[in-house]
């Protein structure tokens, strides 16, 4: 049985669509990730793309998570939410001017850099403001995170980061730049990775790539190794919460570590994913020439992911008690939204009990990459969330 039978009650009392946060479970990922990384000294970012809600950033920031950013507005949300800049980290192939200007006035921790031009641009930007910035070598290892393509970021082919053959002439170019301080490296290699064999192959990498600055007489302080870990979307409930021992522990065992250097990781996705489910209500059950469809109140404009990434997410009828399950029929369907696109189906063949109009149909695993990719296509109105605490 889902652990979201108990909001029954609430989810029928409310306007479909909308999405529904379990904030004690938030609690929970947080204390484990704390447990597990601090016996290492480990800084642990939040990926701040993955969920901007202001509710869940509050929670995040109070478990003493730092802020991993991709954009001007994320430095803003940050900064406006206390995270303190000396814990801001910028990412983004594609900084613009404006928005290198507001993160070297708020004196943010780092700059991870992406290109040549940026770090030059950078530099041109902080003479301007009369400072230095501290920056990082987004560097790309060439390791296959073996995930799907659209989230695979750290091979040659992919747009983000430095390629190894560059180094030589990132570094004399650096000499140049009065107004940067080079004081780490950083990679990210894709998302979704469940494989810790990856995570291996990476550290590997990294160490090898340490050694080359070594070998040219340089002592970076901080590493930063990204985010990427990967959640069980098949079992929501049975591994709500990431095995992170496992993860840092890994990173503790292949990771070479200097003396004095800090370990940095910017998680967005096990933080928050299986915290969230988009909430919705059967509008039909349509009848197809092989198949029948249940077609929901909720579309690729609430979540966008299956048809993105054809990201897979498990599906549940609420309304359903299934501990009666036994004398239940089920069926298969094809759960799909009301938006004119042929890729606004959240599944196919989805095996259901049977499924009638106004069922509370639960959409899982939507906590990360949910919310924050939800648009107003078609005029639809803007997705509302609501949180467990809100139940008293
Ligand atoms: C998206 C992103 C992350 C977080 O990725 P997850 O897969 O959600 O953990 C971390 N670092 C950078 C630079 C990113 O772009």
Redesign the pocket.
Known sequence: MSTLHKYHTFFSNHKTPFYFYDTGLLKRTLDEIKRASSPYNYHVHY?L??NTNDTLLQLIKEAGLGA?C?SGNEVKKAIELNFGADKIVF??VGKSDDEINYALQQNIFCF?CESIPEIEVINELAKQQNKVAKIAL?INPNVDAQTHKY?T?GLEENKFGINLHELTEVLEILKQCKHLKLIGL?F?I????TDLNTFKNLCTRVNEIQHWFQQRGYQLEHINV?????INYSKPDEESVCNFEAFFSLFKKFLQVQPHQQIHF?????VIAQCGSLISRVLYIKKGTNTNFAILDAGMTELIRPALYQAYHKIENVSVIQHSAANIQHFKYDVVGPICESSDCFGKAVELPETKRGDIIAIRSAG??GEVMSSQYNLRDKVKSYFDTELN
């Open positions: 990926a793309k993955a991993d991709v990412a983004g991870n987004r989230i970021t950083h990210h894709g998302s979704q990775i990204g985010g990427g870990f990967g910017e998680l967005g996705r096990a990360a990459y």
